[in-house]
């Protein structure tokens, strides 16, 4: 549970030096930290077991969907603009779901407030495959897939997390470690978040007339180049 998150960490550090290379704009460099901060929490958490990280992975999950939020919602503005509206809303849900919860200490509430933020996510990005791109909805529709699979299998261990453990011990050791659906909820969803940024970064780059590839390093992780617009 603790090195699946190498998966929250690495790729969003190189989606953010590629993303710096390209002369994107800097929320986008924030979106790939964010979901690397995410990771990093996660990571502490898990190697500690500690409240106190605890709260290092899961305040950075309402932080990072925030920013996932603006990236997506400024995708047909011009460069350079800022949405301070939408920037204040966003923070001042970020504040207060973070008061409440350092002092409600309530799972759940955590859980219904970022589950807000992703089914906000969700609606645009469907909107967005469905009448504006819709040559992206095979990566938009990839990265829900992912996700939602993710977030069975989170709810599958647990529920049966007591069966599962029991059933692990019967196991050789390599098939006990694939049923570890704890660790398969980092991987599934560390990579449907990372699907989503490169939706978002290649709606926003298309917008901008840019010439936006995906490509697959080793012929296996994806990643978006991004070329300059033609000069007439």
Known sequence: NTVSN??????PIYGAIQTYKDGLEKRYLAAYLCLTAVGLGSWCFHMTLKYEMQL???LPMIYSCCVFVYCLYECFKYKNTVNYPLLFLLITYSFVVSIVYLNLKEPVFHQIMYGTLVSIIVLRSVYIVLWVYPWLRGLGYTSLTVFLMGFFLW???NIFCDKLRAL??????VL???TQFHAWWHILTGLG???HILLSL?????FLKHRPKVKFVFGIWPVLLV?????L
């Open 176 to 178: 006990g470690a694939v």
């Open 168 to 173: 692990r011990e019967k196991m050789p050791p």
């Open 193 to 195: 978040s990372y699907l």
């Open 56 to 58: 290092l992975d899961e």
């Open 155 to 157: 709810n599958v261990d």
């Open 227 to 231: 070329e300059p617009p033609k000069k």
């Open 6 to 11: 190498l998966i929250f960490i690495l790729p």
């Open 202 to 206: 290649y709606t926003r780059t298309l």
